[in-house]
């Protein structure tokens, strides 16, 4: 069953069209990575979806019914962190429970444990490395108790190494908590790794160029021939080698 159905989206600005005439349906529990290049609307989309921005046309469904957006029902991680930089790592997480109970802060205990931050709960945002600090808003963001994440392009300031354990980290948390994840990423090999589906995007106005239903479990191995030929064919179309 479709969690989010978006149809027919139309953005213009300045006369400009960024989106005309979008589509996309996504499935519950899917981790879904929207691909395309660099300004094609992407972050714009996410705009319209948590409500930043009104669709001169277009409509959202979730699970059938109309909306006028996203924002009661999906939680947003943008690139940067934002934490607060005057509260814990701890307290930052707690953020969206407001007048939060000792339930919740025992499931945050809970949840850096899982994140690999048990023992720095009560460490300024400061003292934490970059990796620290993004599983510090992943878990901000899980907090929201929203059956939908939109990540937008959560690891990219990263290195390698750090990037490639919150891959892995990503995929479990959706096991664990069956959450439905769309990722905006420009890392082709990053979305075949931690995906269910992938979706291509052209330039503007945006639209969907291609979509893969990924095969195997989760995370995939970079060096597996079926990611290694979906690969070398994303980044194909992407250069528009292949027509």
Sequence with gaps: MNLLSVQGLKKDFDGLSVLE???????RGDFVSLIGPSGCGKSTFFDLLTGAVPPDEGELLWEGCGVPDLSTKAAWMAQTDLLLPWLSAMENSLLPKNNYTLQDRERAVDLFRKLGLGGFEDYLP????GGMRQRTALARTIMFDRELILLDEPLSALDSLTRQGLQGLLVALQKDFGKTIIMITHDVEEALITSDVVVLLSEQPMEVRSIYEIEGEKPRLRDDPYVVALRKEILGLLRGDIR
Excluded: P, T, Y
């Design 21 to 27: 005439d979008f589509s996309l349906s996504v499935a």
């Design 126 to 129: 400061n003292r934490l490395s």
